[in-house]
């Protein structure tokens, strides 16, 4: 079992920046991947970012060069950098979790782990 619990939400005006955290509990499998996703009330959970035990990184298109994702063994947490804020980044940020090693595009359903959710607004 893994407990996530988010932090780091809050409204920004674009341009911004915002850093979500997420602790987790810690993971006993040698292999595990580690994502955020985001949504919208209407649209489908998308998956944002991940990273894995390897340390390899996947973003989705929409926020490549903007959001950075990266990983505190000591201190059990996962973050997500956030910068030059859209407003099309509005949404609920959830953090989750699987016991095997992250694929090119995450999938809401192989994600067995979830935390309670965190609100980024960011208004023009």
């Known amino acids: 079992q893994v407990h996530l619990v988010e932090s780091g939400g809050g409204s920004v005006q674009t341009g911004g920046s915002l850093r979500l955290s997420c602790r987790f509990s810690?993971?006993?499998?040698?292999?595990?991947?580690l994502a955020w996703f985001r949504q919208v009330p209407g649209k489908e959970r998308e998956g944002v970012s991940s990273?894995?035990?390897?340390?390899?990184?996947t973003y989705a298109d929409s926020v490549k060069g903007r959001f950075t994702i990266s990983e505190d063994n000591a201190k059990n947490t996962l973050y997500l950098q956030m910068d030059s804020l859209k407003p099309e980044d509005t949404a609920m940020y959830y953090c989750?979790?699987?016991?095997?090693?992250?694929?090119?595009?995450?999938?809401?359903?192989?994600?067995?782990?979830w935390g309670q959710g965190t609100q980024v607004t960011v208004s023009s």
């Open positions: 989750a979790a699987r016991m095997w090693r992250c694929s090119r595009y995450q999938k809401r359903a192989e994600f067995g782990y």
């Open positions: 990273i894995d035990t390897s340390g390899g990184t």
């Open positions: 810690r993971v006993s499998n040698s292999n595990y991947c």
